[in-house]
């Protein structure tokens, strides 16, 4: 597919020219389109967080509304309506229909570098495996693509075809058991119920989001999310963007902005003192050597930013201005950007749904063969843990070949090992600073599906309080943006996760 041939979309009302293959979203902010819907109280929303998790992309598409943009790919003739003047009228329900069905020894789920690795692995040894994934393609986040598939990438996908991999893209899994699992089309809401044996659970990560005034402006995303927007087909040649948070994740966005002939200024709140002990890390490792090297090269003129933040974003009708806190004081940039991540959390629904344990510091609890306890389900990647493509791939070998029956090398096992501790270093090198979390008060939103304020949500004595008397967590996000907010404020974890775990399209129009 080329990325440079031109199909023809309607957008509300009116034919356009966009790029074939790219994503939906990437699509429309090519276009101009930045915001795409409002909110409860009138406020024009944009794309946040690019990767299905916050639903504020969602548009109606072929009819169907509810569809998360970020999601699916620009066909020709496609038929798009954004939902800037929705009347918040609700959803004719979905025609009722006997649910497609489809037999599996394994189901993975996510096909990213670990659902791929697991995938693969228990193929090899015998099993038919069906890999489920929301995107429209293999490869997850980390190796997203528009219409050439990334050099470290390209071996994984290919091994998989040759293995006898199937698998079915375009689909979230919204409920199920130890067994059987109904998955629902990110496009039309169309079901599947799946029977299987075993399940490999490898769902990935999203980004943690913390508030700060503006911060719910268009144009204002996740540092992710600018990757993911990017890889799907958004031009940022010529703009000034501003790139900030913490972690290595921030580093590889301003990497890939650059590429594409962006001007990009690093903000990272963690200070260079408490990053220097990753060296060690980094100098024990020939992988880590390479891609740190590249790196530097690859950002020597981008100004870098250490012990600062981002406290305020300004902008009419869109982000323009950013206030950022610098160890010199406030410096204000004017940008056509800003992306924003205060690093990762486990993606973790599919896998409280069906009974698996959950440890303290949010990840899922396994043991040395990627086992979690519940019969017949497996957990691999970043779910347990966040340490890295090179940790989720080789997680995902050792849960594969478990499931299939085998014990796998006791050398791979050490390696998961090594990679949990790489992991645990890199999140106490960016450990987030108190100012943080002072930011989101006040008038600030904290949940933006209903916006629901600071101020309100601090009323109630605990997240079900929250959730019952002013409907934080229960928007179409399903609490994936806000409760990692309320937890990191110091709440309880959600004490429960009921089906449907992802919100599907439906039926309907827009009243204009």
């Not at 994934?133 to 293999?138: A, L, N, T």
């Not at 014990?407 to 890199?426: D, E, F, K, N, S």
């Not at 100012?435 to 933006?448: A, D, K, N, S, W």
Request: proline residues 4%; charged residues 25%; contains cysteine.
């Amino acid at each position: 597919m080329s990325g440079d041939r031109k199909v023809k979309i309607r957008l509300d009302g009116v034919w356009v020219e966009v790029k074939e293959g790219a994503q939906l979203a990437a699509a429309l902010l090519d276009l101009g389109v930045v915001s795409l819907r409002r909110s409860p109280t009138g406020e024009r929303r944009g794309a946040l967080c690019a990767m299905g998790s916050c639903h504020e992309c969602r548009a109606v598409v072929d009819g169907h509304r509810g569809v998360r943009s970020c999601l699916i790919r620009v066909r020709d003739r496609m038929q798009v309506e954004t939902e800037r003047d929705l009347d918040r009228s609700p959803l004719a329900p979905l025609e009722i229909s006997a649910a497609k069905r489809d037999v599996a020894d394994l189901v993975v789920v996510g096909a990213g570098p670990a659902g791929l690795a697991s995938a693969i692995a228990a193929a090899e040894l015998g099993l038919d495996v069906l890999v489920v994934d929301e995107s429209p393609g293999p490869g997850g986040r980390i190796w997203a693509h528009h219409d050439r598939i990334p050099a470290a990438a390209r071996n994984w996908i290919e091994r998989a075809e040759r293995a006898g991999v199937r698998r079915l893209h375009g689909y979230s899994i919204i409920d199920g058991e130890p067994g059987r699992l109904q998955a629902s089309s990110v496009a039309s809401g169309e079901s599947i119920e799946i029977e299987c044996d075993t399940i490999v659970i490898a769902t990935g990560a999203r980004e943690r989001f913390l508030p700060y005034p503006g911060w719910t402006l268009p144009g204002v995303v996740g540092a992710g999310a600018l990757q993911s927007l990017i890889k799907g087909g958004l031009d940022v040649k010529g703009k000034r963007l501003v790139v900030a948070g913490t972690g290595p994740l921030l580093l590889a966005v301003a990497q890939l902005a650059r590429q594409q002939q962006a001007s990009v200024l690093l903000v990272e709140q963690a200070s260079i003192f408490n990053r220097i002990p990753l060296l060690l890390g980094v100098l024990q490792s020939k992988t880590r050597i390479r891609q740190s090297v590249a790196l530097w090269k690859s950002l020597r003129d981008v100004e870098k930013l250490s012990c600062s933040w981002p406290v305020k974003a300004e902008g009419d009708q869109r982000v323009e201005r950013v206030h950022l806190r610098t160890e010199k004081g406030i410096r204000i940039e004017e940008v056509d950007g800003l992306a924003v991540g205060f690093g990762l959390v486990p993606e973790t629904r599919v896998a409280e749904g069906l009974g698996c344990r959950i440890l303290d510091d949010g990840c899922v609890a396994v043991d040395h063969h990627q086992w979690t306890g519940v019969e017949g389900v497996y957990c691999a990647g970043e779910p347990t843990g966040i340490a890295g493509c090179d940790a989720a791939i080789d997680s995902g070998l050792v849960a594969g070949i478990s499931a299939a029956g085998r014990t796998p090398r006791a050398y791979l096992q050490t390696r998961v090992r090594r990679h949990r501790a790489w992991g645990a270093a890199l999140e106490a090198a960016h450990s987030l600073r108190p100012e943080l979390f002072h930011q989101g008060r006040g008038e600030v939103l904290l949940c933006r599906c209903e916006d629901v304020t600071a101020e309100t949500a601090d009323r109630a004595s605990s997240i079900r309080e929250a959730r019952l008397l002013c409907r934080i967590g229960m928007g179409p996000c399903q609490g994936r943006v806000c409760m990692p907010i309320l937890e990191a404020l110091g709440a309880d974890r959600a004490d429960s996760v009921r089906p449907p775990w992802s919100t599907s399209p439906g039926k309907g129009q827009i009243s204009r």
